[in-house]
């Protein structure tokens, strides 16, 4: 049966998170979003965040977590990812930039629940949930390799004893790179191939251990949008890590392994990190768009202008028509995604509704915010108001997680059932 009620974890989360949204983040969003104080901490969020988090009984946030660890009970749901995504959607709705810097293991715990073996979700998953606040983050997009994953140029190398990988290399735009690679005792999740010769089949992902040796923040972006959120440069100059962080099986992560066993199982971790990661931006982007909803409502409410729900087509105004659609765009982004996390949660293939609500949302809070800056004319593009900043703010969901032209491709494929490469 389809149930369309919030579950009552979901509930009960909300009153704590919209606190949070409204009390903690909305005060302090001009201040993160200062290109001259972007790179400072928002710890007033962090803080807050941290300790409602242990309140309401999980730790770090991360996508494709095990369900088992939140559903003590047998006989509910399982909703681990549904949970995050209501979660993710209200503290983007407070801002998006600061929700980026909730403590827990992000893109870089996704590929580990993704990807890894049970052993190493245990290792490197366990620290997100107690302690000093921490942060995971994904390296995957190279200054010639974006979109096309599969032409990463990092390199992983055996050491000559067998018992260690050498990373070389440069990553660029990693969210979240300096709080997990450089500021907490998180880890960077990184991209490398082992022999690019073998294109995708030669790509495995490795746990970097914060300040490992070798390893360097060399730069931080400064943005459009998200401010809040580090986005780093990262260089790897014969930085070593332990055999065993390979996620996978170590052992068939060698060349040698790779060429005897072509099954791509590297590049499909990618992929299924994408399936986990996808929903979460477009939760993020629907949570940007109920703000700005919201927010011009009120406005126009002020304004004396009321919207007439329920009169015939033909009757509405400009304005009543544009809302009316923003109001059914979010709702469809919305919907889509939760069916996206919903499928996660059933432990059933996921990868068409990530792709397409992670599709929809970019789009619908891309116009969304956009119109809402046109329709408050002067005053939306002022910084009296946040609309401005939100416009700014939605771009990204548009672009990272595979961007808007990448993930329709997707779907395309998915549907009409053709390879990538015979369809790009
Ligand atoms: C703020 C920010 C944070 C980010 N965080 C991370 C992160 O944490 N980790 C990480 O690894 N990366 C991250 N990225 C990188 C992001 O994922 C890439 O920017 C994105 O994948 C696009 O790659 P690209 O920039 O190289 O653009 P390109 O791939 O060069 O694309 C340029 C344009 O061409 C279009 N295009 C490319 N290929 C196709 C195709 N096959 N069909 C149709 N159109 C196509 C794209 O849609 C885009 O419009 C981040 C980026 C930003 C801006």
Redesign the pocket.
Known sequence: MIDFSKPKPILMQEQILDGIAKQVMRPISRKYDDLETTHEHPWEYTNAIWAGMQMMGFGGLTMQDDNEKMESNPKRPPLANQIIIHMIERLSYGDAGIYLCTPGGA?GGAAVAAAGTPEQKKHFLARFSSGEPKWG?????EPH????TANIRTRATLSEDGKEWILNGE???????RMAGQDSEGFILV?ATVDPTLGRAGMKSFVVEANTPGMKVTKL?K?MG?RA?D?AAILFDNCRIPFDNVLGDPDLATPEAIRANTSKAGFQGAMATFDATRPAVAASAVGIGNATLEFLKEFLAKQGVEIRYGVPYQKQSAIERDILRMEADLRAAWLLTLKAAWLMDQKLPNSLEASMCKVKAGEVVTWVTQKAVEIMGPEGYSTKHLIEKWMRDAK?ND????????N??VVARLILGYKSTEL?
């Open positions: 893109l983050a994904m390296a995957m997009t390799a974006g979109s096309d990553k660029i735009f990693v969210t979240g790179g991209w972006e943005k998200i959120s986005t990204i672009i990272f997680e595979g961007t808007g032209q990448v329709r491709g790009r």
